[in-house]
């Protein structure tokens, strides 16, 4: 750990742990019984948090990904050359067995805790290195929608499933890991993915259907990591080469390699690479389909159900990401500010300082605590009967991404100010950090999408709306402006059934709400109780703030517990 100095200076904390100064995570995974998996994120922790990592998170965004499309002898290769850190952040995230770690096969005494124990991992990769969470997640989020093609899953899944990083960009076949990336966005349509216009036609005479091949023609306008393996594409389903209804016809996903069967390069053109506010060590590109080979998963004309399986889990990815943003921007802010001198004292002794990191530690906190809680009910979701897992994981999980992914932008913005004028430096953590929180919101579907996305599941299921009534009532059964929020939430539900325009309206506004009674009783349950009271009162009180971090007037013993408890760290 660096020290302050004799000039006053405080350089960014690194050599330490971020999983033992974390009382929350420590909680969340022995509340899910994850005590097998601990040994290992420990190993993680200590890496992730280590002056070496911090050096190659610093290169890999230091020096981007640049595109080669053509070799010295003008053969088209499109190639995108990363500086070598890059591959030591991912061989690292590889070695730690996270990509496969919430689907891979278990006996029924297998430990508990598995999606919990991946969330940490997560979580602790990406308070260090951001960037490279992009490919982790959509390797990750692909796995459930393969395994339903066993043909093809047979043939990729030692690469998809590997422990090891392989850079080389060969084809399948000869790779000891594989890469998965996603292709879905569109310049006119963005989010909109129904008007898509890239066509898929069917290959040869046996003519198309599951497994079968086809062929691309089309464009994307952001196709995520194109130095992936593969990418699973969405694409209208032409009934043949001379269909003249190709536009109109179903939309399918289908599985583009970045190398055809026949060991040559697929037609995959990528245009360029996108210059990025933030997310500047991955690689984003625009692609052309130019007669592209891609194999169809899924059920015929069902692409979006099908690549909404995988959008499931990247949703809860960027909960995480930002999770783990709002936490490595707090612990900096925390660091700095009891190590610098201000007006006499150390920042952190200053009283309006201390309700500013406070309230950043308890947003991060309580943003934790939901992604944990999530990260349980993606657990327990696939099991009959689990309706209230479901709903915790279908509803609460674009809610989550809405807000917690909103917060970390704001709440990277006021740790920065904490450092001043050092925090605002291009080389500082905190910069990065700032530039990359907003990703997470526009990634997987804008908070607009989220919060539509949450009435369409409260709307269209019932039996989880109830349940995930119930679990919230249960959560704020001893609290009474818990059980007054929540019941003033449900009667604007009522009231907005009654009028589609002003439900849509107000969607934000009530998903809000939704998110900060789920977080209270989260944070009633589960935090200490100072935590816990001064969550509450600052979010749902007569005076609640959610403007400004330090806005709220927190009691001086509530923030004392509040900042002795949030960065534990060893001397």
Not at 183 to 205: F, H, I, L, W
Not at 491 to 503: F, H, I, L, S, V
Request: aromatic share 8%.
């Amino acid at each position: 750990m660096a020290e302050r100095d004799k000039d006053n200076l405080v350089d960014e904390l690194v050599d330490y742990d971020p999983l033992g100064s974390d009382p929350a995570l420590k909680a969340a995974l022995a509340r899910a019984q994850a005590q097998a998996w601990l040994p290992g994120l420990q190993q993680h922790a200590r890496t992730v948090g280590s002056s070496a990592f911090a050096q190659w998170a610093d290169q890999a965004n230091r020096h981007p990904p640049q595109l080669q499309q053509w070799d010295a002898r003008g053969r088209r290769i499109d190639q995108v050359e990363f500086h070598p850190a890059w591959h030591q952040v991912l061989a690292h995230y590889r070695a730690q067995q996270l990509i496969d770690m919430p689907f891979a096969d278990a006996p029924e005494d297998a430990p508990r805790g598995r999606w919990t124990a991946w969330a940490a991992g997560f979580y602790l990769h990406g308070q260090a290195e951001a960037g490279s969470l992009c490919p982790a997640t959509m390797t990750t989020a692909a796995i459930p929608v393969l395994r339903k093609e066993p043909a093809l899953w047979a043939q990729i899944a030692p690469g998809i499933t590997s422990a090891h990083h392989d850079a080389r960009d060969a084809p399948l076949a000869d790779k000891t890991a594989l890469w998965v990336g996603m292709g879905m966005t569109e310049k006119q349509g963005g989010s909109d993915v129904r008007s898509n216009t890239t066509v898929a036609y069917p290959q040869g005479a046996t003519g198309g259907g599951r497994g079968a091949d086809y062929r691309l023609q089309g464009h994307k306008w952001f196709y995520s990591v194109p130095m992936a393996d593969a990418h699973l594409v969405v694409a209208r389903m032409a009934s043949s080469a001379a269909d003249g209804h190709a536009l109109q016809a179903p939309l399918a996903c289908f599985w583009v390699p970045r190398w055809q069967p026949d060991g040559t390069r697929n037609h995959v053109l990528v245009q360029r690479l996108k210059d990025k506010v933030g997310n500047r060590s991955n690689a984003s590109s625009e692609v052309l389909f130019d007669d592209a080979y891609g194999v169809l998963v899924g059920e015929e004309g069902r692409g979006i159900a099908t690549i909404m399986e995988m959008a499931t889990v990247t949703r809860l990815c960027c909960v995480l990401g930002s999770c783990a943003l709002l936490r490595q921007a707090t612990v900096q802010a925390l660091w700095s500010a009891r190590h610098r001198q201000a007006f006499g004292a150390a920042l952190i002794a200053q009283p309006l300082m201390q309700s500013v990191l406070a309230d950043l530690a308890l947003e991060s906190e309580a943003a934790l605590l939901l992604a944990m809680q999530l990260a349980q009910a993606f657990e327990g979701s696939s099991a009959p009967g689990q309706t209230t897992a479901q709903a915790w994981q279908r509803a609460m999980t674009p809610a989550a991404k809405f807000w917690v992914c909103k917060r970390a932008i704001a709440c990277s913005a006021e740790a920065m100010e904490v450092l001043g004028g050092n925090g605002y430096i291009d080389s500082s953590a905190l910069a990065r950090i700032y530039r990359e929180a907003p990703v997470n919101s526009i990634w997987e579907g804008s908070g607009n999408v989220m919060c539509l996305d949450v009435l369409k599941a409260l709307q269209r299921e019932p039996d989880l709306r109830d349940a995930l009534w119930l679990d919230l009532q249960r959560m704020a059964a001893d609290d009474t402006p818990i059980q007054q929020a929540l019941a003033c939430l449900q009667g604007q539900w009522q009231a907005m059934a009654q009028d589609a325009w002003a439900q849509q309206a107000q969607a934000r506004q009530w998903v809000q709400q939704l998110v900060l009674v789920a977080q209270a009783g989260l944070m009633r349950q589960h935090a200490a109780p100072a935590h816990a009271d001064a969550f509450v009162a600052s979010r749902l009180g007569p005076h609640a703030s959610l403007g400004v971090m330090g806005a709220y007037p927190l009691a001086k013993a509530q923030i004392s517990a509040i900042l002795s408890a949030s960065l534990q760290l060893q001397k």
